[in-house]
């Protein structure tokens, strides 16, 4: 017994207490951050990063919130930077302390929930929009009209990911309205459309990357991620931006106020947004990271591509997916329950 | 009569019994056995079978972040395995080697309030006294881990361990008792040798219940302590690998050889 106390005394004083010089905690979605960019990172600055997994957006803020969390950078999706700000978790950024923050693509500048990047940098983004098997279908991939409104060749062909949020912010785009719009007639429009269309619609699953690829279905709502695995696996696959509005995310790296290693933190922020690491990041975790000039420093089955770089025409129709709330996520539960059953 | 009434009435001659059983059968085990057979596909897909391959075994043996989350959950398992056993065993002769007294029953329901409290309900109560904890004293080291998984472990130790001490003969510690033992020296001696399978069944499922656990431990690791658990579970928004389910593979045979472990001894002692 005397032993075995000795032996967990001695466990837990070897783990944790004092942070030693040269440290970075960073709160990070699970295999989400390239190892050869972190292994560059600390070679270069000889400071040790430790990375921690979060799940959800939710377990990591109330981690964050809760105090004392020990970590100094996180990476929350879009919509929760606002909320760390707001509740005053998250330090206002001493931009000269960031030299490459000049990198940040024009488009991400002046995002709605950081103007002027005070508060975070870009990590990845993405989309949402359609993947379409063009050998099937030779008309305008550009629309959500592909699931919405079915034409005659997709009939019965089309899958639609059971994924709530970003399918009805598809369909209130395709309608005229704003994601998460309160307005009853757009949502009535939404709702009559989806139930129509839903009988010539095949499936809802997921697996969207392995049946675009075996052309199991002609084209599905899909992410721009799954379908550059799907047409890297099967070039008949291409992605479509709905022209109606598209669905966005993005993930932004934020500096915590109770940062232990606030320097190091700096250094950090400044190396990821440095256009040869941001292509590092990308390179593994496969989506765009908002940095310009790093394409050229990207795999060459990354670079160019549709999926991950929208055409010029395209990008503005983009729109944030947000978790909606009150009135708005009402009428969204309604209509995924009605199309549900 | 009536007696042959009883009798008649096992559950076994039921009509559907069979059906029902097998159907449960194969809604709890068909999906273990499919990720099972899925962590040994040659392709990328977690659900498209492409071959033989020990391939995943190989990803994930070689992955550093695996190996690391690996080692944290076998140190939190051993130490709560240990505590939690201790803790238990006391509490079992604090409450069936003595009279009956006032209360006995809330202290049994609070000893296991683990298993009935949600498990997200601790988790939030622990992570707002731990970060308390941490901000006054500093400390983040794996204690915390250890502390709030022996705390969940104890009735998973206790109850093997109790209801060893039930079904054993008191004669014996009478005897020991009559023969000017002192109470140590009968615990020593006598009750304590004849709980040891009770004992070791009680860590083993705490050592397994550790293991298994994610929420908790979601809530209030600190920074660089994910479990294996905590691991596989940050995995789940990007692209799943078969890698995945060849960790949880390799989970599940170990679960199984302990809880296995667990079954040969407590028949044993029968």
Same mark, same amino acid.
């Given at each position: 017994?005397?032993?075995?106390?000795?032996?967990?005394?001695?466990?837990?004083?070897?783990?944790?207490?004092?942070?030693?010089?040269?440290?970075?905690?960073?709160? $990070?979605?699970?295999?989400?951050?390239?190892?050869?960019?972190?292994?560059?990172?600390?070679?270069?600055?000889?400071?040790?990063?430790?990375?921690?997994?979060?799940?959800?957006?939710?377990?990591?803020?109330?981690?964050?919130?809760?105090?004392?969390?020990?970590?100094?950078?996180?990476?929350?999706?879009?919509?929760?930077?606002?909320?760390?700000?707001?509740?005053?978790?998250?330090?206002?950024? *001493?931009?000269?302390?960031?030299?490459?923050?000049?990198? @940040?693509?024009?488009?991400?500048?002046?995002?709605?929930?950081?103007?002027?990047?005070?508060?975070?940098?870009?990590?990845?983004?993405?989309?949402?929009?359609?993947? &379409?098997?063009?050998?099937?279908?030779?008309?305008?991939?550009?629309?959500?009209?592909?699931?919405?409104?079915?034409?005659?060749?997709?009939?019965?062909?089309?899958?639609?990911?059971?994924?709530?949020?970003?399918?009805?912010?598809?369909?209130?785009?395709?309608?005229?309205?704003?994601?998460?719009?309160?307005?009853?007639?757009?949502?009535?429009?939404?709702?009559? !459309?989806?139930?129509?269309?839903?009988?010539?619609?095949?499936?809802?699953?997921?697996?969207?990357?392995?049946?675009?690829?075996?052309?199991?279905?002609?084209?599905? #709502?899909?992410?721009?991620?799954?379908?550059?695995?799907?047409?890297?696996?099967?070039?008949?696959?291409?992605?479509?931006?709905?022209?109606?509005?598209?669905?966005?995310?993005?993930?932004?790296?934020?500096?915590?106020?109770?940062?232990? $290693?606030?320097?190091?933190?700096?250094?950090?922020? +400044?190396?990821?947004?440095?256009?040869?690491?941001?292509?590092?990041?990308? /390179?593994?975790?496969?989506?765009? $990271?908002?940095?310009?000039?790093?394409?050229?420093?990207?795999?060459?089955?990354?670079?160019?591509?549709?999926?991950?770089?929208?055409?010029?025409?395209?990008?503005?129709?983009?729109?944030?997916?947000?978790?909606?709330?009150?009135?708005?996520?009402?009428? %969204?539960?309604?209509?995924?329950?009605?199309? %549900?059953? | 009569?009536?007696?042959?009434?009883?009798?008649?009435?096992?559950?076994?001659?039921?009509?559907?019994?069979?059906?029902? /059983?097998?159907?449960?059968?194969?809604?709890?085990?068909?999906?273990?056995?499919?990720?099972?057979?899925?962590?040994?596909? =040659?392709?990328?897909?977690?659900?498209?079978?492409?071959?033989?391959?020990? *391939?995943?075994?190989?990803?994930?043996?070689?992955?550093?972040?695996?190996?690391?989350?690996?080692?944290?959950?076998?140190?939190?398992? !051993?130490? /709560? !395995?240990?505590?939690?056993?201790?803790? =238990?065993?006391?509490?079992?002769?604090?409450?069936?080697?003595?009279?009956?007294?006032?209360?006995?029953?809330?202290?049994?329901?609070?000893?296991? %309030?683990?298993?009935? #409290?949600?498990?997200?309900?601790?988790?939030?109560?622990?992570?707002?006294?731990?970060? !308390?904890?941490?901000? =006054?004293?500093?400390?983040?080291?794996?204690?915390?881990?250890?502390?709030?998984?022996?705390?969940?472990?104890?009735?998973?130790?206790?109850?093997?361990?109790?209801?060893?001490?039930?079904?054993? +003969?008191?004669?014996?510690?009478?005897?020991?008792?009559?023969?000017?033992?002192?109470?140590?020296?009968?615990?020593?001696?006598?009750?304590?040798?004849?709980?040891?399978?009770?004992?070791?069944?009680? =860590?083993?499922?705490?050592?397994?219940?550790?293991?298994?656990?994610?929420?908790?431990?979601?809530? @209030?690791?600190?920074?660089? %302590?994910?479990?294996?658990?905590?691991?596989?579970?940050?995995?789940?928004?990007? /692209?799943?690998?078969? *890698? &995945? $389910?060849? @960790?949880?593979?390799?989970?599940?045979?170990?679960?199984? #050889?302990?809880?296995?472990?667990?079954?040969?001894?407590?028949?044993?002692?029968?």
């Amino acid at each position: 017994m005397k032993t075995t106390l000795t032996a967990l005394a001695l466990l837990m004083a070897g783990s944790g207490l004092a942070h030693a010089e040269g440290e970075l905690f960073l709160y $990070n979605w699970g295999n989400y951050t390239s190892p050869d960019m972190i292994k560059k990172f600390e070679e270069k600055y000889g400071v040790k990063v430790t990375i921690t997994d979060f799940d959800s957006n939710d377990t990591a803020l109330a981690k964050v919130e809760a105090g004392a969390s020990g970590f100094d950078l996180v990476v929350p999706s879009a919509g929760f930077v606002g909320i760390y700000a707001e509740k005053g978790l998250i330090e206002e950024l *001493d931009l000269s302390k960031l030299p490459n923050h000049k990198n @940040i693509a024009p488009e991400w500048m002046n995002v709605e929930w950081d103007q002027g990047r005070k508060w975070s940098v870009p990590w990845q983004w993405g989309s949402t929009g359609m993947s &379409v098997n063009v050998k099937d279908y030779t008309g305008d991939i550009n629309t959500s009209s592909i699931f919405m409104d079915p034409p005659p060749e997709l009939q019965g062909k089309i899958n639609v990911i059971p994924e709530m949020g970003d399918v009805l912010a598809l369909a209130t785009m395709w309608a005229g309205g704003n994601v998460c719009s309160e307005d009853p007639e757009v949502m009535k429009k939404v709702r009559d !459309a989806l139930l129509a269309a839903k009988p010539k619609w095949m499936s809802m699953d997921y697996s969207t990357v392995e049946k675009m690829t075996n052309h199991d279905y002609s084209a599905t #709502v899909d992410w721009n991620g799954s379908s550059l695995r799907s047409r890297l696996a099967n070039p008949d696959v291409a992605y479509g931006y709905p022209k109606e509005g598209y669905g966005l995310w993005m993930d932004n790296v934020v500096l915590l106020k109770d940062a232990k $290693n606030t320097e190091n933190a700096y250094l950090f922020l +400044d190396f990821i947004m440095d256009p040869e690491n941001a292509a590092m990041l990308s /390179a593994f975790a496969r989506y765009a $990271n908002g940095i310009s000039g790093s394409e050229a420093f990207m795999p060459d089955d990354m670079k160019s591509t549709p999926e991950l770089f929208p055409p010029a025409e395209f990008k503005d129709k983009g729109q944030f997916v947000t978790v909606c709330t009150g009135k708005a996520l009402d009428y %969204q539960k309604a209509i995924w329950t009605e199309l %549900q059953k | 009569m009536a007696d042959r009434a009883k009798r008649s009435f096992a559950v076994t001659d039921l009509p559907g019994f069979s059906t029902i /059983a097998i159907l449960v059968f194969v809604a709890l085990y068909a999906p273990i056995l499919i990720m099972t057979l899925y962590s040994f596909n =040659a392709g990328q897909s977690v659900a498209s079978w492409e071959g033989w391959s020990l *391939d995943w075994y190989r990803v994930a043996w070689g992955n550093e972040e695996v190996k690391k989350a690996t080692l944290i959950s076998l140190q939190v398992a !051993a130490a /709560a !395995a240990v505590l939690s056993t201790a803790l =238990a065993t006391l509490a079992a002769l604090g409450t069936t080697r003595r009279r009956n007294f006032r209360g006995q029953t809330f202290i049994y329901v609070m000893i296991n %309030q683990p298993l009935m #409290v949600p498990e997200i309900v601790t988790a939030v109560a622990l992570l707002l006294v731990t970060a !308390a904890i941490k901000k =006054a004293t500093g400390y983040s080291g794996l204690g915390y881990l250890i502390m709030a998984h022996t705390a969940f472990c104890i009735p998973f130790a206790y109850l093997p361990i109790r209801a060893r001490l039930e079904g054993m +003969d008191t004669t014996l510690e009478t005897a020991a008792a009559d023969l000017y033992a002192s109470s140590w020296q009968t615990f020593r001696r006598v009750t304590l040798p004849l709980l040891m399978p009770g004992i070791f069944a009680g =860590a083993m499922l705490a050592f397994v219940t550790s293991l298994d656990d994610v929420v908790i431990t979601e809530f @209030i690791k600190s920074p660089g %302590q994910d479990t294996l658990p905590t691991y596989m579970l940050g995995q789940l928004r990007r /692209a799943m690998k078969p *890698d &995945v $389910n060849a @960790i949880s593979t390799m989970l599940l045979v170990f679960t199984l #050889v302990i809880l296995s472990a667990f079954f040969l001894l407590s028949r044993n002692r029968k």
